[in-house]
Structure formats: structure tokens, C-alpha cells
């Protein structure tokens, strides 16, 4: 009798715990860690819809394999070393890991520009792979002019976005079943945050008692949340500046100028990390662009800037262009300022 009663009780116990658990466990906001709450889980418990790609974990191991493949072209793969995606490029000579902007949900090119001077970031032609997850829109805007059919097939899919940018942006090959996953685990592990976006307290009261919320409240909020953040980057090409709006420097800032080459310029181009032409920070360097200001060449910063160069079968390095939203007008004329003062000295 007692071994029976005693069997109860236990059995009781564990029932409680268990139960205690799964409560605790349940995903709702209300019932976690606000600041680890991923946005992903938060959006979902307040009924949005699930992202096409999206995952419900990442697996450490797998997330690791795809930094590698990020920023190696390559990595170690079931005891052998794995094929390289391109023999010209790695994703992070074209994109950051990291936040770009203080409030993530800008596209300015001065706060973007102002940020990676302020956290020694570089100030690439494209957008960040920090946050890609929770993004629903890729190759946006003019890049259809560039890439077509394969851009549109591209623009609501992160899994092929990803294959376009290894085969043709990278000039590259199409990635094997596994290394496509391994990426999409490291896309998942930097998701986005609840603490990274700039919440008013009232959108964080609402998410902290979100079981209290009507359906009403909920869109408006989904809304709200959703409005804190890129959930696409925008793409506008431009052809090279007309000779009469150049403004070759003058007024231009010299220190961001500075920058911009350090970080845009000298990224690829130092000591040919990447590409064939090697520049440095001498003044026979800056003569060689000062000399070519005027003219529509390669050695032209207004055309180089925005026309980029083209993979060539013997040359499969080439530039990409420079959308107006990853630099400014005023931004190239800040690059100017600067060539044409390290030309003179």
C-alpha cells in the first residue's frame, strides 16, 4: 500500500514539473526574456504569417560551416576540404556580417557611411548579411536590369537569392544541398532581435502581455514592429554623372572622402587583394583619377563608381556598381574631395 501511495505521489510530482515546463517553454513573449526574444518568435506569436524560409532552430555546427563558406569560399566538410564556391570572390568582399545602421530600420547613406566610421566597418556596395532572415525581399529595384529573369525568380526566395549571388555575383557555382543549409543556419543564428529595434515602451508593454491583445491590436502592432526594421533594401542604378553636374571635390568633404577609400575603395583594391588594379594611398594613385575626372573611363570615379565592370572570361573579377542608396552623390564628390587633395600634396 505504502509503495502504491509512494508511486502516486511521484507520479504526481512529475506530472507538475513536466507541466511546468512546457509552460515555460510555450513561446509566448509574455513568458520569456524580452531582450532574447528573436523577432521571428515574436511576429509569429502575434499570428503573422511564417517567412518562406523560415526555420524553427539553428544548429550550432551548421551555422559554423556557413560562416566559413561566407567568409572563406570553402570550409572543412565531413573530414575533407570542401570545393570553393568562387575562385574570384568571398561574400564578405561585397557585404558586411555585422549591423550597418544605429537604428536598423535606415537606408540613409550618410547614417550608414557614419556608422561603419564610428565601428570600423567597411562601406561595401552591398547590403549586410546581419538580419537577412527576418528580410521578405531581395535584389530589388534596378537589379532585374542587371540579372532579369533569374532577379525576379529571386526576389521572394532567400534560398535562391543565396544561389544567385554564389553563381553569377561571385562568378562562382551553384552551392551544394549542404552548404546552402549550412548558410541558412548562419542567417538563422543572426537573426534579428527584439533589442536590436528601436521600440516605443508602449509597442513593448503590448508584446510583453501580447495574450491580453485583440486581433485588431495584434495587426497594428505586427505593423509597428515591422516598420522597425528593413525588410527589403531598395536599388537604384545611375549611369555616370554628366560632366556639367560633376562637381570634381569642390565643397566636398575631405575626411568622409577619406573614409569612403579606406573602406570601399582600399577593401578590394589594396596590394590587388581582389581585383587586378592595385591602388594605395600615394599620390601617383590619386594623380591617376585626378587626371581621369573628365572623361567616361575606368580611371573615372564618376563612371567606375556607378557602372562597376563587367566578368570577362579571361577576367572573372570584376567591380559591382554602386547603387545611389550605398553611396551618394554627394558621397562620390566626397571621394573626389579627397583624390584631388592627396593628388596635390
Given amino acids: 500500500m505504502i509503495k502504491f501511495l509512494l508511486a502516486i505521489f511521484i507520479g504526481t510530482c ?6 511546468s515546463f512546457s509552460n515555460s ?3 509566448e513573449v509574455s513568458k520569456i526574456e524580452f531582450d532574447s526574444t528573436s523577432l521571428e518568435t515574436a511576429l509569429l506569436s502575434l499570428g503573422d504569417e511564417k517567412l518562406l524560409h ?7 555546427e551548421k551555422a559554423k560551416l556557413g560562416y566559413e563558406l561566407i567568409t572563406s569560399g570553402r570550409t572543412l566538410y565531413k573530414g575533407k576540404k570542401s570545393k570553393l564556391i568562387s575562385k574570384h570572390f568571398v561574400c564578405t568582399d561585397c557585404h558586411n556580417l555585422t549591423k550597418e545602421f544605429r537604428n ?6 550618410d547614417d550608414r557611411l557614419s556608422y561603419a566610421i564610428n565601428n570600423g566597418l567597411n562601406f561595401l556596395p552591398a547590403s549586410t548579411f546581419w538580419g537577412i532572415y527576418n528580410r521578405t525581399s531581395f535584389y530589388n529595384g534596378d537589379y532585374v536590369d542587371k540579372y532579369g529573369e533569374m532577379a525576379l525568380d529571386s526576389r521572394d526566395t532567400l534560398e535562391n537569392a543565396v544561389q544567385l549571388c554564389a553563381k553569377y555575383c561571385s562568378s562562382g557555382r551553384s552551392l551544394k544541398e549542404w552548404e546552402l543549409e549550412a548558410i541558412m543556419h548562419y542567417y538563422k543564428k543572426n537573426e534579428l532581435q527584439l533589442s ?9 508593454s503590448q508584446l510583453k502581455n501580447n495574450e491580453n491583445l485583440n486581433l485588431q491590436e495584434k495587426i497594428d502592432l505586427i505593423k509597428s514592429l515591422k516598420g522597425n526594421y528593413r525588410q527589403s533594401y ?9 560632366e556639367n553636374l560633376r562637381k570634381y571635390g569642390e565643397n566636398g568633404n575631405v575626411e568622409n572622402g577619406e573614409a569612403i577609400y579606406d573602406r ?3 577593401h578590394c583594391h589594396a596590394y590587388k587583394r581582389v581585383t587586378y588594379l592595385s591602388l594605395n594611398k600615394s599620390r601617383l594613385t590619386a594623380r591617376m583619377f585626378w587626371r581621369n575626372r573628365k572623361n567616361y573611363s575606368d580611371k573615372s570615379l564618376y563612371q567606375i563608381i556607378r557602372w562597376g565592370t563587367h566578368a570577362k572570361a579571361a577576367r572573372k573579377q570584376y567591380m559591382p556598381r554602386f547603387t545611389k542608396e550605398k553611396m551618394s552623390d554627394e558621397q562620390l564628390n566626397d571621394l573626389v574631395a579627397y583624390i584631388k587633395q592627396l593628388a596635390k600634396k
Fill in 14 to 19: 512529475l506530472t507538475v514539473l513536466l507541466a
Fill in 25 to 27: 517553454n510555450s513561446g
Fill in 54 to 60: 523560415s526555420m524553427p532552430s539553428f544548429d550550432e
Fill in 104 to 109: 536598423v530600420g535606415s537606408e540613409s547613406t
Fill in 196 to 204: 536590436d529595434l528601436n521600440l516605443t515602451k508602449n509597442s513593448k
Fill in 234 to 242: 531598395s536599388a537604384t542604378f545611375l549611369g555616370a554623372m554628366p
Fill in 264 to 266: 570601399s575603395c582600399l
